[in-house]
T-cell receptor
Framework: TQLLEQSPQFLSIQEGENLTVYCNSS?????LQWYRQEPGEGPVLLVT?????EVKKLKRLTFQFGDARKDSSLHITAAQPGDTGLYLC????????????FGTGTRLTIIP | DSGVTQTPKHLITATGQRVTLRCSPR?????VYWYQQSLDQGLQFLIQ???????AKGNILERFSAQQFPDLHSELNLSSLELGDSALYFC?????????????FGEGSRLTVL
């Protein structure tokens, strides 16, 4: 079983639409990170959320950390083809073993 | 460009063989992480080194081993290769010893075992 479950696994939408992807766990995290990975490249950090309930915005991307620090969401407004990629959440569980665990990933395709 | 260099980019080999993957971290980064990414498993943590010492271990098989050298580059050795070892192997680096800050990933080494 995966510590961090992401949904949906695949998402294909038209340019200009809005979307939300989710990262859920039964464990509490001190912080959660979101990475984006494009084909042929390694993941690149987008944001780190630290405080329960925290909301961070990065242009058209809005990241939220759940109040209980067990889940997070990524909302994209007016999606662009450049948003296409694999979105990964990652975190180190509280009281855990300091191993950064990655979620299962959401593969997003934006159709022009 | 993340500043993390991995070689080789692609590697094709046969079952039973042994390969070595190399990683040069970003200048100044003391931590090196190895991850395996396969289609059905996502990114799986293998092992972490900090300043030459093993810091954390994930689900790394006994057939796999790694080390970090005094110049901070790292090598991941995979032996007695099996078909299921075919995957992308990523190296990442960071300044601090704990993975709570940003990890900078290389472009990966794609291993194909035939």
């Amino acid at each position: 079983t995966q510590l961090l479950e992401q949904s949906p696994q695949f998402l294909s939408i038209q340019e200009g639409e809005n979307l939300t992807v989710y990262c859920n766990s039964s464990s509490v995290f001190s912080s959660l990170q979101w990475y984006r990975q494009e084909p042929g490249e390694g993941p690149v950090l987008l944001v780190t959320v630290v405080t329960g309930g925290e909301v961070k915005k990065l242009k058209r991307l809005t990241f939220q950390f759940g109040d209980a620090r067990k889940d997070s969401s990524l909302h994209i407004t007016a999606a662009q083809p450049g948003d296409t990629g694999l979105y990964l959440c990652a975190g180190v569980p509280l009281g855990g073993n300091e191993k950064l665990t990655f979620g299962t990933g959401t593969r997003l395709t934006i159709i022009p | 460009d993340s500043g993390v260099t991995q070689t080789p980019k692609h590697l094709i080999t046969a079952t039973g063989q042994r390969v070595t993957l190399r990683c040069s971290p970003r200048s100044g980064d003391l931590s090196v992480y190895w991850y395996q990414q396969s289609l059905d498993q996502g990114l799986q943590f293998l092992i972490q080194y900090y300043n030459g010492e093993e810091r954390a271990k994930g689900n790394i098989l006994e057939r796999f081993s790694a080390q970090q050298f005094p110049d901070l580059h790292s090598e991941l050795n995979l032996s007695s290769l099996e078909l299921g070892d075919s995957a992308l192997y990523f190296c990442a680096s960071s300044v601090i010893p704990t993975p709570t800050g940003e990890l900078f990933f290389g472009e990966g080494s794609r291993l194909t075992v035939l």
